[in-house]
């Protein structure tokens, strides 16, 4: 408006109501050094990470500052996810009820399986098994076929480290309504809980993780053959499980809730996520070697 029309300030701010004050101030807050390029090097090396997680990430390394700052800071660098709006269905949908979380780690696993490409265009397979309680990878294995036998195995493999869940939830697949997995279950004292056909909301705990996985490690890398897709997949679970913080855990990490969970009261060790500024965590690393 000054410059328009060659008004003084004070007429300018009697004419909108501005106090000169306000109209006069200078802000005199000081960035902490280093904190605007080091969430930028996080958002290139984590492009699925969001504010909240990439705050998670900041606090390990000790940075310190207000929430707010952050979040304008990651608005002023354009660095904010771009989501695409899915259309919904117009027809009414079926009431959901929530999945009971369990009271302990290893209670209940949750198993889906991911279908993706090498760069040759042969199709693979990836079973991924999760834990329930925190969320934890229990096992992710890859290949072209993926039987009702190799899924046994599998389990059997992870039992050997976790011991044996109680339920499993699976969907309708021939691979987990066949005689091997029946008969498998039933050696064990292993409940299969099969979900409704066309309801994967059911299986929301893995299902979660299924969109996590494709995002951050399927979507971000272009796999030369299973040798390659097994190594970095194999890393991301990894990372996942020891470093990524979980939101529904508290910003906390699976690894850490399931040993928080199974460790005796007063002994809880291992990563705390401070978030009022400040951080009292172990070093680990922000790196995203799994991407090729």
């Known amino acids: 408006m000054r410059e328009h029309h060659s008004m003084s300030e004070r007429r300018a701010c009697r004419l909108v109501g501005l106090p000169r004050s306000v109209a006069q101030y200078r802000s005199r807050r000081v960035e902490p050094e280093g904190l605007r390029t080091r969430m930028i090097e996080l958002s ?11 705050r998670v990430m900041l606090c390990r390394e000790g940075f310190e500052f207000n929430h707010k700052r952050i979040h304008r800071m990651y608005c002023e660098e354009k660095l904010q996810i771009r989501r695409r709006k ?3 269905k117009g027809a009414g949908a079926a ?10 780690p290893h ?7 991911v279908s993706d490409t090498l760069m040759d265009g042969r199709a693979f397979r990836t079973l991924n098994i999760v834990d329930d309680f925190s969320r934890l990878s229990v096992a992710i294995e890859v290949d072209f076929s993926l039987t009702g036998e190799r899924v046994s195995r599998v389990l059997d493999s992870a039992a050997a480290k976790y011991g044996w869940p109680d339920v499993i939830v699976v969907d309708n697949g ?7 997995l029946d008969q498998w279950a ?6 299969l809980h099969f979900i409704d056909p066309g309801k994967p909301v059911q299986n929301a705990f893995v ?5 996590k996985f494709r995002e951050e490690c399927l979507s971000e890398n272009w796999f030369t053959s299973i040798g390659h897709a ?3 997949i194999a890393i991301w679970r990894e990372d996942y499980n020891h470093v990524r913080p979980h939101k529904s855990l508290g910003w906390n990490t699976p690894a850490n809730a399931e040993r928080a969970a199974l460790s005796p009261p007063g002994r809880l060790t291992g990563q705390i996520v401070s978030l009022g500024g400040g951080s009292e965590t172990t070093s680990l690393t922000s790196q995203k070697p799994w991407v090729s």
Do not use: H, Y
């Not at 290139?44 to 990439?54: K, L, N, T």
């Not at 021939?174 to 091997?180: I, N, R």
């Open 44 to 54: 290139q090396e984590r492009p699925r990470f969001g504010c909240p997680r990439i």
């Open 86 to 88: 899915r259309r919904r």
């Open 95 to 104: 009431p959901r009820e929530a999945l009971p979380i369990p009271s302990r």
């Open 107 to 113: 209670v209940r696993w949750s198993m889906d399986f």
């Open 174 to 180: 021939p691979e987990f309504t066949g005689k091997v």
């Open 186 to 191: 039933w050696e064990r004292g292993v409940k």
């Open 207 to 211: 299902e979660s993780f299924n969109g």
């Open 230 to 232: 097994r190594r970095a």
